[in-house]
């Protein structure tokens, strides 16, 4: 006999991680199950987040203490939020995200004097983002590939490939 089908719980977003010193603002959809857990960005083992940054800023991120992780990302001039503020979800994937409510992710913005970039992490976080920023921000949008293991897919060469454009809004070449 099985059970009732699982009824979607509300999730919430972590605080955003940024500085005056943010020149890219990096945006996910929601924290997934195991990242909402650890109360941790991209805690998922297999999310390739933190392996695809370390590319991009040149440091390592993987195999250092999570605090470490978001002071290194600062220092290079990368900010991490999410788009959704909260909504109800069964599970980690973005598919099932329901009745959200969005981050007022223009008026963030507004406070980062040195953003030169938001860069979203998927399709979904894209979508949802795009609306609340508007037809004409003063930044550039740019969406990546997934990094979630849901997209696993996607090889981590190409996705590296798609990620190293970031690089130039960090390093003044745009």
């Not at 040195?114 to 979904?124: M, T």
């Not at 130039?168 to 070449?173: A, D, K, M, T, Y």
């Given at each position: 006999?099985?059970?009732?089908?699982?009824?979607?719980?509300s999730k919430s977003s972590f605080p955003a991680i940024a500085d005056g010193r943010t020149r890219l603002l990096i945006l996910g959809s929601l924290p997934g199950e195991i990242s909402l857990a650890r109360a941790q960005y991209y805690a998922h083992p297999r999310n390739q987040f933190w392996r695809l940054m370390e590319t991009v800023i040149g440091l390592p991120l993987v195999d250092v203490a999570y605090a470490d992780r978001l002071n290194?990302?600062?220092?290079?001039?990368?900010?991490?939020?999410?788009?959704?503020?909260?909504?109800?979800?069964?599970?980690?994937?973005?598919?099932?995200?329901?009745?959200?409510?969005?981050?007022?992710?223009?008026?963030?913005?507004?406070?980062?004097?040195?953003?030169?970039?938001?860069?979203?992490?998927?399709?979904?976080?894209?979508?949802?983002?795009?609306?609340?920023l508007g037809p004409a921000p003063c930044y550039a949008l740019v969406t990546l590939p997934s990094s979630s293991p849901a997209h696993a897919a996607v090889p981590i060469d190409r996705k590296r490939a798609e990620w190293q454009v970031l690089k130039?809004?960090?390093?003044?070449?745009t």
């Open positions: 006999m099985m059970g009732a089908p699982a009824e979607p719980t290194t990302l600062l220092a290079a001039g990368v900010g991490m939020w999410d788009v959704i503020a909260s909504a109800e979800r069964i599970g980690s994937l973005d598919t099932k995200i329901r009745n959200h409510e969005a981050n007022a992710l223009a008026e963030f913005a507004a406070t980062l004097p040195s953003l030169r970039a938001i860069a979203f992490n998927g399709g979904k976080a894209s979508s949802i983002g795009r609306k609340q130039s809004f960090l390093h003044g070449e």
